[in-house]
């Protein structure tokens, strides 16, 4: 007997029935490749599979555990993998049946299942919101190829020649397949697809687990010069001030790198050449033997607008630049260091910030971590006084010593100026403007900063009145930043509390409005505030 929609397989399944079944492996194939390529954005954690299958295992009665450890030994993650397998393509083919007998239900089970997958990956330890993307990418991509294959079958109840016909593609049938020669085409094209995507993203990311790996076993050397310890009173101890050291995970990342670059420690090394006596190759063994220096630097952006958070200080760990400098010998006339990334970002630093006394360090620590992989891993620059991206090349792996006249580097090409020392500024972080102030005592707090100089006062200015000095908390250093408190008696009313610091060389932040192009912004911050 032969139905509406093919003749019948020997077996008795109809050509049309197989070719719903292969639809749902390939859709389901097609989507879980795609979870793969956008989770190398996110993180190794929050493809839908692993994320599913990480989570199957932490919820494993333990008693399971025991015997999957037992039968099948350090093949236990292989079992798993392929019990995964197999069950994914059993309700694979299900969802091509479902969407041929009744669409959209084999869709509708697929959109489930990318809703599990979110679940599963908002669930993962360290997760952000982001996890959520690979699984929403993995569902619409399976929705769509098994709702376009499902419909290259054929209609039901018609042939599948009156149902593909109206385009003018060749829609002949291999009469014994019941099958559109489009359909198999497609088939074909998504599912090789979709293994090409899926191998890509798997090795792009077996190159991340191997960073992640690598930074895992990482030991910071101890450093021959620390820094001086922090005094307790260089914070404020005042509830939503600043605090004095950022926090890995609260500081300001910027960079072109759509891709964070993946290194790693052995994988790593740094060519210096150009305008030198003697070129070298230094790798990660050579830099870790040399003495180590710690230092807080606060680090800031040449794009911080007025009021801005591309700021923050950390204590770096690193191999003093001026050390390697001078072991390659710099010939007379070079007056910029040329840095290169591993990503081909590009840096230029005048030779005289690394020369002269200032702590430059090629960095290998954050706050007591090797750096974090988004902040350089496993190695940058931190320049005290220079804006980042004249000085802060992260995953730095290239030096050539060069001239300004000569050399031009990624942001000096795109209108910013050459270089960039950092301009003194100063920053209200407390109250925010948002809500009404009791009238009273109110603290105000903030940050000031001028790099290699140092801050000498702060002052504060409410409405028209005249400036008054802040309260600042203990001086670290000329390099960081400094916080300081205003205590403001408020008077109901609407005012306007603005800031400005003065440098240890007595200069005074300039309240000149300027863009941040092409060497940083100036201008007061001030917050207005509605007092009741
Ligand atoms: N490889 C690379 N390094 C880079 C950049 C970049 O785009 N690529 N941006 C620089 C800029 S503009 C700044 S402000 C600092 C920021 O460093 P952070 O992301 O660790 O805060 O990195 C610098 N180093
Ligand atoms: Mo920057």
Request: glycine residues 10%.
């Amino acid at each position: 007997m032969t139905s509406a929609t093919g003749r019948r397989s020997p077996t008795g399944i109809g050509a049309s029935t197989v070719a719903a079944l292969v639809a749902g492996l390939i859709a389901v194939g097609a989507a879980l490749a795609a979870g793969e390529l956008v989770a190398v954005m996110v993180s190794p954690d929050a493809t839908p599979f692993l994320a599913v299958g990480s989570t199957v295992v932490d919820h494993t009665p333990t008693a399971v555990r025991e015997w999957a450890i037992t039968t099948f030994g350090t093949s236990d993650k292989v079992a798993l993998f392929t019990g995964m397998a197999v069950i994914i393509a059993l309700i694979a083919a299900g969802c091509g049946l479902l969407e041929r007998r009744w669409p959209p239900v084999g869709s509708v089970v697929i959109a489930v299942f990318g809703l599990l997958g979110v679940l599963a990956a908002l669930g993962r330890p360290g997760s952000t919101a982001s996890f959520a993307v690979p699984s929403i990418a993995a569902a619409i991509v399976g929705v769509v190829v098994l709702r376009v294959l499902i419909g290259l079958i054929g209609a039901r109840g018609t042939t599948p020649a009156t149902a593909t016909a109206t385009d003018g593609t060749d829609t002949t049938e291999t009469a014994d397949a019941g099958v559109s020669r489009r359909f198999v085409i497609t088939a074909a094209a998504i599912a090789a697809g979709a293994a090409a995507v899926g191998a890509i993203g798997r090795a792009l990311i077996a190159d991340a687990a191997a960073t992640v790996a690598d930074r895992a076993r990482v030991l910071l050397p101890t450093p021959a010069h620390p820094a001086p310890p922090v005094p307790a009173d260089a914070d404020l101890h005042v509830p939503g001030a600043t605090r004095f050291v950022t926090p890995n995970a609260d500081f300001y990342r910027i960079d072109t790198a759509l891709q964070v670059p993946r290194l790693t420690t052995e994988g790593w090394s740094l060519r210096v050449h150009g305008m030198v006596d003697e070129e070298f190759t230094l790798d990660w063994d050579d830099l870790v033997a040399m003495p180590m220096t710690e230092r807080l630097v606060t680090l800031t952006c040449v794009s911080n607008e007025v009021g801005g958070d591309l700021i923050g200080n950390a204590r770096w760990l690193g191999v003093r630049m001026a050390d390697l400098l001078e072991r390659a010998g710099v010939r007379p006339g070079a007056s910029m260091l040329l840095s290169t990334s591993s990503d081909g970002w590009t840096c230029g630093t005048p030779v005289s910030a690394i020369t002269d006394n200032r702590d430059a360090l090629l960095a290998i620590g954050m706050n007591g971590e090797p750096l974090p992989i988004e902040h350089g891993y496993p190695v940058r620059q931190v320049v005290p006084g220079l804006y980042g991206y004249v000085s802060a090349t992260k995953w730095v792996v290239d030096w050539e010593l060069t001239t300004f006249s000569k050399a031009r580097a990624y942001w000096t090409d795109r209108g910013w100026s050459a270089t960039g020392p950092i301009k003194i500024a100063s920053r209200i972080d407390r109250p925010s403007s948002r809500g009404d102030l009791p009238a009273g005592n109110v603290v105000i707090a903030g940050t000031a900063w001028c790099q290699h100089v140092g801050i000498e006062a702060v002052q504060v200015r409410v409405d028209d009145g005249p400036w008054q000095p802040a309260t600042l908390a203990a001086d670290y250093s000329e390099d960081t930043w400094r916080l300081w408190r205003f205590d403001w008696a408020a008077t109901p009313g609407v005012h306007r509390v603005a800031c400005r610091a003065v440098g240890k060389d007595g200069r005074v932040q300039t309240s000149q409005i300027a863009d941040p192009v092409p060497d940083g912004a100036t201008g007061l911050h001030s917050r207005q505030f509605t007092v009741t």
